[in-house]
C-alpha cells in the first residue's frame, strides 16, 4: 500500500498515524521471524573433556560424536549399545556400528580429541541445533578411525547423560566431563548397498580391462601374418 493513500481517505493526521502504526507492526512481525528463525537454528559450543591419566584407553585422536536428541528419542543411559546397531559378535564381543543411532538420535558432529593440554584431553567445537532437538549429550570412543567391512577394530565407548538445550541456549554452551569408556566391543562401518554396488561395478570394470590386455589384438596379428606369407 501506498504511504499517502491512507492520508488521502482518513485525512492527514489520522493517516499518519495509521501508516505508523503499520510501519511499527511490520518491524515487530520481522523481530519476531528472525527470532524464531534465530532458535530454530542455535550455535551451540560444546566442550569435552578428561584428566589425561584417566580413562587410560582414551588418548589423542580419539573420536567424540556429538548427538542431538529429539522429544520422542530414548535418553543416552536407557538405550542398548549405546543407541549403535549391533552386527554381529567377535571373539566373544558384540561388532557395533558406530555411525547408527537410535531413533529419535541425530549425530551432529564427528570430532576428534586433542593432545593433552595442561594435563587435560578435549575438544571444543561450535554445532548448529536443529530445531527439533531437545537435549544433546556425547558418545566417545577409543580408537581413531571406523574400518570398513570387512575389518573390524576392538575398542572401548562410553556414553554421557543428555544435556538439556533449553538450559544451554542462553550462554550457547555446554560441557560434558570425564566420560566413562567402560564398554568393550568391536567397530566396523558396512557399506551401503549402493556403495556396496558402486565398488563392485568398479572391481568388474578393473578386471574387464585387465582381461582385455591380456588378450592380443588378433586383427592385427593376422594382417601382419598375412604380410609375411606373401
Known amino acids: ?6 492520508p488521502a481517505i482518513f485525512g492527514p ?35 569435552v573433556s578428561w584428566n589425561s591419566s584417566a580413562p587410560a ?20 543411559e536407557n538405550a542398548d549399545n549405546g543407541g ?5 559378535t567377535l571373539d566373544g564381543l558384540p561388532v557395533l556400528l558406530p555411525e ?6 541425530q549425530i551432529l558432529e564427528t570430532a576428534h580429541i586433542q593432545q593433552a593440554a595442561g594435563g587435560y584431553y578435549s575438544i571444543s567445537v561450535a554445532i548448529e541445533i536443529p530445531a527439533n532437538i531437545e537435549s544433546v549429550f556425547v558418545r566417545v570412543f577409543s580408537v581413531t578411525n571406523f574400518p570398513l567391512a570387512p575389518e ?18 542462553g550462554t550457547g554452551y555446554t560441557w560434558f566431563d570425564d566420560v566413562e569408556l567402560t564398554h568393550e566391543a568391536y567397530f566396523e562401518v558396512i557399506p551401503e548397498p549402493a556403495t556396496v554396488a558402486l565398488i563392485g561395478s568398479g ?3 578393473i578386471a574387464f580391462r ?13 594382417s601382419h601374418d598375412e604380410g609375411g606369407l606373401s
Open 203 to 205: 572391481l568388474l570394470a
Open 1 to 6: 500500500m501506498h504511504p499517502g493513500l491512507l
Open 13 to 47: 493526521s489520522v493517516g499518519r498515524t495509521m501508516v505508523k502504526s503499520l510501519k511499527a507492526l511490520l518491524l515487530f512481525a520481522t523481530v519476531a521471524l528472525f527470532g524464531v528463525a534465530g532458535w530454530a537454528n542455535t550455535t551451540l559450543f560444546v566442550e
Open 210 to 222: 585387465r582381461k582385455r590386455k591380456s588378450i592380443p589384438d588378433v586383427s592385427v596379428r593376422s
Open 100 to 105: 547408527t543411532v537410535a531413533n529419535g538420535w
Open 57 to 76: 584407553n582414551l588418548g589423542p585422536g580419539s573420536i567424540v560424536q556429538i548427538i542431538g536428541r529429539t522429544h520422542d528419542g530414548v535418553l543416552p
Open 84 to 88: 549403535m546397531q549391533q552386527y554381529g
Open 152 to 169: 573390524a577394530y576392538h575398542g572401548y565407548w562410553g556414553i554421557s547423560a543428555a544435556s538439556n538445550v533449553i538450559d544451554t541456549i
